[in-house]
Nanobody, 123 residues
Framework: QVQLVESGGGFVQPGGSLRLSCTAS???????????MGWFRQTPGKERERVAV???????KTADSVKGRFTISRDNAKNTVYLQMDNLKPEDTAVYYC??????????????WGQGTQVTVSS
């Protein structure tokens, strides 16, 4: 019903920057209202971590570990969420997953996940 496609991951040196993008594609013929969009990340052997989320109205929350360095933004007209990552650190290395939730009219609440994009921070 909803597909999330991420882009922008890559290999960067400590102190560098990347911008992740994620676009939600809604199945044709569906009327689906997206509420929250955001980013999670996961490293092998560790729990999935919520990095940042943003509501349809623009309110956002960012994890303490990335505050001051990462900024989440959203373009509702494009169904796209962005994560600007500055001053990247080696501990930011992870697979970053795009997230959204919402529902179709008359349908159940759903959560959707992207396939993930690798971010590697290393010298």
């Amino acid at each position: 019903q909803v597909q999330l496609v991420e882009s922008g991951g890559g290999f960067v040196q400590p102190g560098g920057s990347l911008r992740l993008s994620c676009t939600a594609s809604i199945e044709s013929g569906s009327i689906f209202s997206i509420n929250v969009m955001g980013w999670f990340r996961q490293t092998p052997g560790k729990e999935r971590e919520r990095v940042a989320v943003i509501s349809s109205g623009g309110g956002s929350k960012t994890a303490d570990s990335v505050k001051g360095r990462f900024t989440i933004s959203r373009d509702n007209a494009k169904n796209t969420v962005y994560l600007q990552m500055d001053n990247l650190k080696p501990e930011d290395t992870a697979v970053y997953y795009c997230y959204c939730d919402g529902r179709a009219i008359g349908g159940p609440w759903r959560e959707s996940w992207g396939q993930g994009t690798q971010v590697t921070v290393s010298s």
